[in-house]
């Protein structure tokens, strides 16, 4: 009875132990299909709310995040998820496109969350493409999120090139929010969602990836077979300024959510889903 309860209490160490070193500082979850991933990072992001009424989230805009952003309206609406107190600070935005532009991410961003929630327009934060003065508006974004404790929970989506926000390759990796030239694979890329590829601006106000790491928590998302080179260089690659989203396995606590096509190349995908199941069991039985 003894040594029985001695080995028990070994093995719940070594779960412990286990569980957070490796899956709890870079969480690899692989779902199903698009809707599966909106759904689980949309409860992260909830949850997150529930926990602190006043969380700080960083969004992000682009195809990636609409579905997140639809379950997060959804819940609003039938769950009571409350955003009064909620702030909330994007990642970046296009230089020189007016807000009011069909495409800024201004637009996007009401269109597609803020108009459907009940968050307040004087706790949105989005970059000021349009400052007089940009490089003093990014010293004030950087102020803005340092003032209200940090960002909490940042969510992201990738680009082909492995890029978070716009830091497009050869971004420092201690680089704070600043203007960047997009690449040509970034502009060809959005030039879906204007007239003509003539049409997209050639640069961008971006957090820097230094600003993106000092989130407390990180939210990567990544859907299609188009992304899976980007996912694997990133999660599995070497850390480089080469894949800026490769930053994410130096912080401590960083959810990779993905669907079956992005993780398709993973060469250890099996280990993540293994580990993922582990961690749930050790969250259901620390009832965290
Ligand atoms: C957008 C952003 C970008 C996008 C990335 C992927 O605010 O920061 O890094 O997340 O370009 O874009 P989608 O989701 O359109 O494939």
Redesign the pocket.
Known sequence: MQLASSCEILHRLFLITELRISPFKLRVIIEKDYEAMSRRAAGIIAKEIRRKPNAVLGL??????LGVYKELIRMHEAENLDFSDVRTF???EYYRLRPDHPES?HSFMFKNLFEKINVKPENVSIPDGMAADIGLFCESYEKRIKNVGGIDIQL????RDG????NEPGSSLGSRTRLKTLTEE?IR??ARFFDNEGEVPHFAV?MGVGTILDAKKLLMLASGSN?SKAVRDAIEGPVSAQVTASVLQLHPNVFVILDEEAASTLSRSAYYVYVEKMAEKFEAEAGT
């Open positions: 992000a805009t682009g195809s990636t995040p994007n990642l970046d991410y992201l989506g990738v680009g890029h978070i926000g716009f970034t890329d959005n971006t992304k």
